[in-house]
């Protein structure tokens, strides 16, 4: 087929990170591509990114293999959270039933620096067993998605911070604070002050937009509980941007077109 009749080359970007958004902002504008990034819609008012949009999930690895083969899908790149790791493993699977060349994007974790008083730990319930030994009020930022781990702490206060309000089951002794990044570190400061913080708990989602919490901690001598993030699925090429990952998009497809 001639370049000038060949469609558009469709990627589909498993999104709803900032990663995913500039990725989408590079790819849409070109002509050749057809970008289309899917949300898992768990945000009430998502920033859209460019291109076309879906929301919700796809049913598990056989339903996202459906969708890669009923919409003709070229590429295939996971630039979800981190700790995203059910739709990972979707993806893996999906992309080696449907032979669709996959990508994941994922951004450099946070690396403890001279004064920083962390206790990593591989999961939320391990964080939640090391807080009693550690403090009694909690900043807790990993999501309002996993505060169910927390809810047997009945001696310890917590402060939660989330986009949308959290559901039920969470710790009886809980405000929570409604709010999206990036922070600031003057703000961390305070708010670290105001509440008399004494703990953070934390998930390694690594970038910039959320770190100022962890140089708050450091400067006031708190100690850091953080989660380690999931692996990516075996196998799976890993960028740490979307400017790599959109040279890999261009590179494959100019491989599959000189073939």
């Known amino acids: 087929m001639p370049d000038a009749a060949r469609p558009p080359r469709h990627v589909l970007i498993l999104g709803g990170t900032t990663e995913a958004r500039r990725l989408a902002a590079g790819l849409a504008p070109e002509p050749s591509l057809r970008v289309t990034t899917s949300l898992a819609g768990r945000v009430a008012a998502p920033r859209l990114p460019a291109g076309e949009v879906r929301i919700g999930g796809f049913g598990g690895p056989e339903g996202l293999t459906r969708w890669l ?12 959270h981190p700790f995203a790791d059910t739709i990972s493993c ?10 669709v060349p996959l990508l994941a994007v994922r951004r450099p ?14 999961s939320l319930d391990e964080a939640a067993a090391a ?16 505060l169910s781990h927390f809810a047997h702490l ?7 911070r989330s986009v949308d309000a959290p559901e039920p089951p969470y710790p009886p002794r809980m405000t929570t604070l409604l709010d999206r990044g ?42 850091v ?5 999931p692996p990516v699925p075996e196998g799976v090429p890993v960028v740490a941007g979307p400017d790599e990952a959109a040279n890999w998009v261009h590179r494959i497809f100019s491989e599959a077109n000189s073939r």
């Open 109 to 122: 974790g946070w690396v403890p620096g001279p004064g920083d008083t962390w206790h990593q730990v591989t």
């Open 182 to 223: 990036p922070f600031t570190l003057d703000g961390e400061r305070e708010l670290l002050r105001a509440h008399r913080i004494d703990v953070l708990v934390t998930k390694d989602s690594g970038a910039a937009a959320t770190a100022a919490k962890l140089t708050a901690a450091r400067e006031a001598g708190v100690p």
């Open 225 to 229: 509980v953080v989660v380690q993030r």
């Open 69 to 80: 083969r009923e919409h003709a899908v070229d590429a295939l790149i996971d630039a979800t």
């Open 131 to 146: 807080l009693p030994a550690l403090g009694t009020r909690i900043f807790l930022t990993t999501g309002r998605m996993g």
């Open 154 to 160: 009945t001696d310890l206060w917590f402060l939660v």
């Open 90 to 99: 979707s993806a893996a699977q999906a992309a080696a039933t449907a032979h």
